[in-house]
């Protein structure tokens, strides 16, 4: 079982930026996908984006251009940039590992942003 445990999440006011992280306790290159999810009161869990081992980046649409994935393989971790936050925006925002079909979460990080 991976470990995950994000950071970062915070309250910010709309047009604002915050980079959540997410730690692995072990390495991320072994890992067939990373992602971030979000989940909003009263809402089912949804794709933020996906960083695949091999293959393309996946953003969910409501946040292209505004957020991205990135990792760093050496020191096991996963970053969500986010840019020009809107309040929709607002959620618990969990981080993913799939490795041979087995699917590990993180415990969330509140991101709030204000109006």
């Known amino acids: 079982q991976v470990q995950l445990v994000e950071s970062g999440g915070g309250l910010v006011q709309a047009g604002g930026s915050l980079r959540l992280s997410c730690a692995a306790s072990?390495?991320?290159?072994?890992?067939?996908?990373m992602g971030w999810y979000r989940q909003a009161p009263g809402k089912q869990r949804e794709l933020v984006a996906t960083l695949p081992r091999n293959g393309q980046l996946v953003y969910a649409d409501s946040v292209k251009g505004r957020f991205t994935i990135s990792r760093d393989v050496a020191k096991k971790l996963v970053f969500l940039q986010m840019n020009s936050l809107k309040p929709e925006d607002t959620a618990v925002y969990y981080c993913?590992?799939?490795?041979?079909?087995?699917?590990?979460w993180g415990q969330g990080t509140q991101v709030t942003v204000s109006s």
């Open positions: 072990e390495s991320i290159f072994t890992l067939d996908a």
């Open positions: 993913r590992a799939d490795r041979q079909g087995r699917i590990d």
